[in-house]
T-cell receptor
Framework: AQKVTQAQTEISVVEKEDVTLDCVYETRDTTYYLFWYKQPPSGELVFLIRRNSFDEQNEISGRYSWNFQKSTSSFNFTITASQVVDSAVYFCALSEANLEGSSNTGKLIFGQGTTLQVKP | NAGVMQNPRHLVRRRGQEARLRCSPMKGHSHVYWYRQLPEEGLKFMVYLQKENIIDESGMPKERFSAEFPKEGPSILRIQQVVRGDSAAYFC????????????FGPGTRLTVL
């Protein structure tokens, strides 16, 4: 069965600190995608990143970086020099790859989310 | 190209009434997913539809919930005889056909059952 675990329910940091949000996943598929979404207090879902299971290269986008470790089934997210506007709930998600000819539907399996509070 | 649109954004119903939630996918997208987010929880998959077909409804409650995606018009998630436990945010996502796997989310509909 597929499962995503975000063990950290809440994290509180002071502005400018670095913070890492953990994500561990389980899947039987060899081809899959991993995602991170941000849900600010306004409630919408903001897409942050999608990672293919064959691409283990870490990625950096501004203050955001992601560490994909297939060996430990983890896809951790780090915010460098956090800001108050980073305060939100962050979700990690997994989807089966919707390959041609497969029965996979591409539905997303979400973790429970980590609430990040950045204090000024 | 407009994003995924959902309406209404907020819906209040009394117990026993019906709730109809609408989702207009992005232009050219023929695949729609519905997810539910209960208070203080993550999103849970409910149903996956293609035009005029329900492909996967493994996440739908067995009673009172139904979904459709007609040939013309938006996808509808219908909840009959709502109960307080149905209060949640309902998100719709769409993607293109073929092997593209990226889903684009709408802003959600927040249902409150009094």
């Amino acid at each position: 069965a597929q499962k995503v675990t975000q063990a950290q329910t809440e994290i509180s940091v002071v502005e400018k600190e670095d913070v890492t949000l953990d994500c561990v996943y389980e899947t039987r598929d060899t081809t899959y995608y991993l995602f991170w979404y941000k849900q600010p207090p306004s409630g919408e879902l903001v897409f942050l990143i999608r990672r293919n299971s064959f691409d283990e290269q870490n990625e950096i986008s501004g203050r955001y970086s992601w560490n994909f470790q297939k060996s430990t089934s983890s896809f951790n997210f780090t915010i460098t020099a956090s800001q108050v506007v980073d305060s939100a709930v962050y979700f990690c998600a997994l989807s089966e790859a919707n390959l041609e000819g497969s029965s996979n539907t591409g539905k997303l399996i979400f973790g429970q989310g980590t609430t990040l509070q950045v204090k000024p | 190209n407009a994003g995924v649109m959902q309406n209404p954004r907020h819906l209040v119903r009394r117990r026993g009434q019906e709730a109809r939630l609408r989702c207009s996918p992005m232009k050219g997208h023929s695949h729609v997913y519905w997810y539910r987010q209960l208070p203080e929880e993550g999103l849970k998959f409910m149903v996956y539809l293609q035009k005029e077909n329900i492909i996967d409804e493994s996440g739908m409650p067995k009673e009172r919930f139904s979904a459709e995606f007609p040939k013309e018009g938006p996808s509808i998630l219908r909840i009959q005889q709502v109960v307080r436990g149905d209060s949640a945010a309902y998100f719709c996502a769409s993607r293109q056909g073929g092997a593209s796997d990226e889903q684009f989310f709408g802003p959600g509909t927040r249902l409150t059952v009094l």
